[in-house]
């Protein structure tokens, strides 16, 4: 079974502050997705990294998959109150025939 | 082109009734999958569809079944509603094979719909 554990579950900060979210597995994965979901809605898709040691920018987010592509990491850079959320990382391996899913952070960005 | 879409987004069933939740997913993705929410336990899959066949099943009781149309359409139908039953289910839906590569990012991406609310009272 493959696990994907996402830390911290909870963090609370002040808009300004930056933070990161963090993803780990055991397992190598081909891909990683990570998502955002507000409450009540679906989880909307941030970015996908397939590439070992890859980084992506999007504007504040900065995402980073690990070298063996067994962990990933969410950066966030002067986070705002419209980043709150439930962050969730997925990752795909083909042997598995389906996405993993994390457990997610749920983050809160206060004014 | 349009995105997954669920319906209804929300319902309330009363305890020992069954349930049908329908998706529809992006033109062109055969392959669609079915995910349970709840506070306490994330995201569970249920199972996952590909060409009309179920391909993939989570830890689910037989309660919980669904089929897949040839449109590529879906739907999950739950009998014998319990109160634990409560949760949002998503749909998702992506352009890959299960246990297979699509050969592209996006392909092997899954994109998931805004959900149905389902409250059994």
């Known amino acids: 079974t493959q696990l994907l554990e996402q830390s911290p579950q909870f963090l609370s900060i002040q808009e300004g502050e930056n933070l990161t979210v963090y993803c780990n597995s055991s397992s190598v994965f081909s891909s990683l997705q990570w998502y955002r979901q507000e409450p009540g809605e679906g989880p909307v898709l941030l970015v996908t990294v397939v590439t070992g040691g890859e980084v992506k920018k999007l504007k504040r987010l900065t995402f980073q998959f690990g070298d063996a592509r067994k962990d990933s990491s969410l950066h966030i850079t002067a986070a705002q109150t419209g980043d709150t959320g439930l962050y969730l990382c997925a990752g795909r391996n083909t042997n598995a025939g389906k996405s993993t899913f994390g457990d997610g952070t749920t983050l809160t960005v206060k004014p | 082109k349009a995105g997954v879409t669920q319906t209804p987004r929300y319902l309330i069933k009363t305890r020992g009734q069954q349930v049908t939740l329908s998706c529809s997913p992006i033109?062109?993705?055969?392959?669609v999958s079915w995910y349970q929410q709840t506070p306490g336990q994330g995201l569970q899959f249920l199972f996952e569809?590909?060409?009309?066949?179920?391909?993939n099943k989570g830890n689910f009781p037989g309660r919980f079944s669904g089929r897949q149309f040839s449109n590529s359409r879906s739907e999950m139908n739950v009998s014998t509603l319990e109160l634990g039953d409560s949760a949002l289910y998503l749909c998702?839906?992506?352009?890959?094979?299960?246990?297979?590569?699509?050969?592209?990012?996006?392909?092997?991406?899954?994109?998931f719909g805004e959900g149905s609310w389902l409250t059994v009272v």
């Open positions: 998702a839906s992506s352009f890959a094979e299960p246990f297979r590569d699509s050969g592209s990012i996006s392909g092997n991406t899954i994109y």
């Open positions: 033109s062109g993705h055969r392959s």
């Open positions: 569809y590909f060409s009309e066949t179920q391909r």
